[in-house]
């Protein structure tokens, strides 16, 4: 099916699958849509570690933060980045940026908590490693 998505989520998800969490401000970042195009996720990096210092401070956690959640997704299209030729289409052919659900198929909150979000990915641990993916694509 392709190679496996990876995201990171900054916030208090405790109470996923709770009323009280639809009230959160919830805000999906997705970069790496199209495997040749590699400056948003780098852009996605830099965002995960911008929130990683920000959500690690306690007055911005009162503040500007409070009640939020960020999902970060860098790479949406591992299949085409991954690729010796990187295309814009994943394994089975699909361009993702013409394949985003619509309000009408989907409410964004509600397909959030489907995700399990309290099921972290290990992603900002293994950061380091891949600020030079391009390099280590091979």
């Known amino acids: 099916l392709g190679d496996p998505l990876m995201w990171t989520v900054f916030g208090d998800v ?25 400056t948003p996720i780098k852009f ?6 911008y929130l990683r210092a ?15 959640v960020v999902l970060v997704s860098p790479l949406v299209n591992p299949d085409s980045y991954f690729k010796a030729r990187p295309t814009r289409t994943n394994a089975r052919g699909v361009d993702p940026n ?7 198929k989907i409410q964004v909150k ?13 992603l900002l641990s293994a950061m380091p490693q891949t600020r030079s993916s391009r390099s280590i694509r091979r």
């Open 14 to 38: 405790s109470d996923e699958g709770q009323p009280s969490f639809k009230d959160k401000d919830v805000t999906i970042v997705m970069c790496g849509v199209h495997g040749d195009e590699i």
């Open 54 to 68: 920000a959500y690690a401070d306690p007055e911005k956690l009162k503040g500007e933060f409070h009640n939020k």
């Open 110 to 122: 509600d397909q959030i908590v489907s995700l399990r979000l309290s099921s972290r990915s290990t």
């Open 44 to 49: 996605c990096f830099d965002l995960m570690y």
């Open 98 to 104: 013409r394949n985003f659900p619509t309000s009408e």
